[in-house]
């Protein structure tokens, strides 16, 4: 039963760790190089504010769960036995040092992605295109 728990624990901490970490710098890339390179061939519609304001805060969520990790991480150890907790000492500090610095990383992204949302959200609301933006600057 003990080992059951433990494992499922570990599965819960992991597929944290699996769904949060990617996330911002796949959405970054994402809004940064790739929906920009539509835009100047028309690709911008009225839904697009919607859906760039639900990643805005489906990327909260992402971010709440990055923190989390360490948390999750720590509370699972207070479950253990005493004498398991020598056993996983050194597993428990890579997994909190290194959440940690995975967790400010994405906080980076974070900031970053969520400027980059509001930009487009400006542009996009606007019906603003780079092509048209150069054509009115040579004019």
């Known amino acids: 039963m003990a080992?059951?728990?433990?494992?499922?624990?570990?599965r819960i901490?992991?597929?944290?760790?699996?769904?949060?970490?990617?996330y911002f710098p796949?959405?970054?890339?994402?809004?940064?190089?790739?929906?920009?390179?539509f835009l100047p061939l028309g690709g911008a519609f009225g839904s697009d504010v919607e859906q760039l304001?639900?990643?805005?805060r489906r990327s909260t969520y992402f971010l709440l769960l990055a923190a989390a990790v360490p948390l999750l991480g720590a509370a699972g150890v207070t479950?253990?036995?005493?004498?398991?907790?020598?056993?996983?000492?050194p597993a428990l500090r890579v997994l909190l040092l290194g959440?940690?610095?995975?967790f400010a990383?994405?906080?980076?992204?974070?900031?970053?992605?969520?400027?980059?949302?509001?930009?487009?959200?400006?542009?996009v609301?606007?019906?603003?295109?780079?092509h048209a933006a150069d054509s009115a600057s040579t004019v």
């Open 79 to 89: 479950f253990l036995p005493a004498a398991d907790i020598t056993e996983v000492r």
């Open 26 to 37: 796949v959405g970054s890339y994402a809004v940064r190089s790739l929906y920009p390179a």
């Open 13 to 22: 901490v992991c597929g944290a760790m699996a769904m949060a970490y990617p």
């Open 105 to 123: 990383g994405a906080y980076l992204l974070f900031r970053t992605l969520e400027r980059d949302i509001a930009a487009l959200e400006r542009v």
């Open 125 to 130: 609301a606007h019906g603003i295109t780079p």
């Open 99 to 102: 959440s940690a610095l995975a």
């Open 53 to 56: 304001r639900a990643l805005d």
């Open 3 to 10: 080992a059951s728990a433990h494992f499922s624990g570990n």
